[in-house]
């Protein structure tokens, strides 16, 4: 079983994963589940990237938490902004790594054209980052980054009724492990909405999941992201 830690400029470490991200189920068309990402030019102006709704309501009942996420991209990075309407926010974790999916949490899966890994960024109000990568969700490599909040430029702050998250995704970093990678046709993804240790605990998706048990892990159930 492929498990252990990837640190940016340092020696890999072997070491256990953390199980990050548990997860989700509701109605909704997977088939459909189609989203292209803006390519920009300079500063982001987020009130005209076209947003995604994080609204699939899993294995728990509907307590009334939302969530939405933007992408776009320049050539340098794909930018992610993702935001909750959620009341009692959970947020305890600040060390990388940390299973943040107990707390509020907002998620990104993504996987690339004909590779059967793929990425997790999982963040928490208090911007702290678990990142792993792999093909399933009991064999998945930790990836740290001392400088791992400027590096992704993560960006969290609490809004009127909620939170948001900003952050970056270098494509230097994507060319870590695929060297020749380019943004460029479509991605495989779904973004979530969890909080296992919050005052209700939920599990929301972009695309559908159908399984019987929490499970944000099934790449199987990813929609389509495509760059235009």
């Given at each position: 079983m492929r498990r252990g830690i990837f640190v940016f400029m340092i020696m890999p470490v072997v070491a256990g994963a953390v199980a990050c991200g548990s997860m989700s189920s509701a109605d909704g068309d997977q088939e459909a589940a189609v989203y292209t990402i803006t390519k920009v030019n300079g500063e982001i102006d987020w009130d005209n990237i076209p947003a995604l709704?994080?609204?699939?309501?899993?294995?728990?009942?509907?307590?009334?938490?939302?969530?939405?996420?933007?992408?776009?991209y320049d050539d340098e990075n794909l930018y992610v902004h993702m935001s909750a309407s959620e009341k009692d926010i959970r947020a305890e974790y600040t060390e990388p790594l940390s299973p943040v999916h107990e707390d509020s949490c907002l998620e990104f899966f993504f996987m690339l054209p004909g590779s059967d890994d793929y990425f997790n960024f999982e963040i928490n109000p208090n911007g702290c980052l678990c990142l792993q990568f792999g093909p399933e969700k009991t064999d998945r490599i930790d990836i740290v980054r001392r400088d791992g909040a400027e590096y992704f430029d993560i960006r969290s702050d609490r809004t009127a009724d909620g939170w948001e998250i900003f952050y970056r995704i270098p494509l230097k970093f994507i060319q870590l492990f695929y060297p020749d990678y380019h943004f460029g046709g479509e991605i495989s993804a779904n973004?979530?909405?969890?909080?296992?240790?919050?005052?209700?605990?939920?599990?929301?998706?972009?695309?559908?999941?159908?399984?019987?048990?929490?499970?944000?892990?099934?790449?199987?159930?990813?929609?389509?992201?495509?760059?235009?």
């Open positions: 709704s994080i609204d699939k309501v899993l294995w728990t009942e509907d307590y009334g938490i939302r969530a939405r996420g933007q992408l776009c973004m979530y909405k969890c909080g296992d240790k919050t005052e209700n605990k939920h599990y929301l998706s972009w695309t559908q999941i159908d399984l019987d048990k929490p499970n944000f892990h099934c790449p199987e159930f990813f929609g389509k992201m495509r760059f235009d």
